[in-house]
């Protein structure tokens, strides 16, 4: 009997049809149609007339002393090339009305990661020391950029990031 009972099987009694699971619609979309204004044409530059070939040379010695007193062919005209004119300086940013305020906290900041760096001797630096205070001038020089055109939330980050590192490095000497 105990043989029997292990290969009897259990299963669960379920109805016999399953019901069917009926699909909900699909909700509604409203579609807006959006103008994509196209790109302006490029302008192309003129196109350069075709350089002329120079002419063959006759060998023969009547041509040759004939080319000794008639003047030497003109080189073609050169071609200068097409140069842009010069990029526009960025356009100043103003972000905050506190302008001159943010502008001598920032300056505060990049004195003292100048400060900090002109105490590291670079020569005593190993390569990861001296990739980080090439990347901590980096990030004064960025400042002084965002300075400029007065981003100042951007130059304060910039300036923070170098003073961190200047400082780090500072105290890893």
């Known amino acids: ?8 099987k259990v299963q ?9 699971l009926e699909t909900p619609e699909a909700p509604t979309h409203l579609i807006i149609p959006v103008a994509i204004p196209e790109p302006e044409p490029v302008p192309v530059p003129p196109a350069a007339p075709p350089a002329t070939p120079p002419k063959p040379r006759d060998t023969s010695t009547s041509s040759r002393t ?3 007193t008639s003047p030497p062919p ?12 010069p990029a526009a300086p960025p356009p100043v940013l ?26 590291v ?19 004064i020089l960025q400042a002084e950029n965002a300075l400029k055109i007065k981003n100042y939330p951007f130059a304060a980050q910039l300036a923070e990031k170098a003073a ?9 000497q």
């Open 121 to 139: 001797t670079y020569a005593s630096l190993k390569s990861d020391a001296r990739a980080h205070y090439d990347l901590a001038k980096s990030f």
């Open 164 to 172: 961190n590192l200047a400082s780090q490095l500072l105290k890893s």
């Open 74 to 85: 003109t080189p073609p005209p050169a071609t200068t090339p097409v140069t842009e004119p």
């Open 94 to 119: 103003q972000t905050t009305s506190n302008g001159p305020e943010e502008e001598r906290k920032v300056q505060a900041v990049l004195k003292k990661a100048n400060d900090d760096l002109g105490r």
């Open 66 to 68: 004939s080319d000794r």
């Open 12 to 20: 669960a009694k379920t109805p016999e049809p399953a019901p069917a």
């Open 1 to 8: 009997m105990a043989a029997s009972a292990a290969c009897l």
